[in-house]
């Protein structure tokens, strides 16, 4: 059986995932992330970013990053049929998927990070503290975070494994 229990698992290579990925890195924590697709997703072509996600880039050192590759709206108005019932100063930043998979990518990729595509977590097995994967033999982690929102079809008793 493959022992990564000096890392940290991760389930799932979406914003989610790719950002804690990084914030453990520079927390001096190692991680893998296993992504069941062969590559990143794109569902959603554009994307827009709240101030709470703007604040996660900021303290991951990336607002720099982001701000190339995204634009800030100017002014965000909420309309009732053809009157504009609010408008105020936006502080939304919007971007392509890509683009923000991109950064969060590069960024964790740098920080020493791995990622396995094709690898597809398919239930986990709390009492001798493993999970299974599709693909290959079983592996064992001492913690395994998921990091999957928009897929879940995975058996789980438990979300972390400590
Ligand atoms: C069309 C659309 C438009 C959107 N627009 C916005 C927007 O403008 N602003 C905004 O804030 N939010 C938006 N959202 C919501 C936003 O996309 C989600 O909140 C966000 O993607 C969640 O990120 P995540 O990393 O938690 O999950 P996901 O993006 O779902 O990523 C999960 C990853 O885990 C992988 N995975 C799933 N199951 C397994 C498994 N068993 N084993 C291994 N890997 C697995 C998936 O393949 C995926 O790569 C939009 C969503 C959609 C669908």
């Not at 979406?14 to 990925?21: E, H, P, R």
Request: charged residues 20%; contains cysteine.
């Amino acid at each position: 059986m493959n022992d990564f229990s000096d890392h940290i698992g991760i389930i799932g290579a979406g914003i989610s995932g790719l950002a804690l990925g990084c914030t453990l890195a520079k927390e001096g924590y190692s991680s893998i992330i296993f992504e069941k697709n062969n590559e990143l997703g794109s569902h959603g072509a554009g994307i827009s970013i709240s101030p709470n996600g703007l604040k996660v880039f900021k303290s991951l050192g990336l607002e720099e990053s982001l701000n190339h590759s995204s634009k800030l709206g100017l002014t965000s108005e909420i309309y009732s049929y053809d009157e504009c019932v609010y408008s105020a100063d936006s502080k939304v930043r919007t971007t392509s998927r890509e683009s923000l998979y991109k950064v969060l990518l590069n960024e964790y990729l740098s920080l020493g990070g791995s990622i396995y595509f094709n690898h597809e977590l398919e239930n986990i097995d709390i009492p001798i503290e493993l999970f299974i994967l599709k693909i290959i033999s079983p592996i064992k982690f001492s913690i395994l975070l998921l990091a999957m929102a928009l897929n879940q079809n995975v058996e789980i008793s438990f979300l972390v494994l400590i």
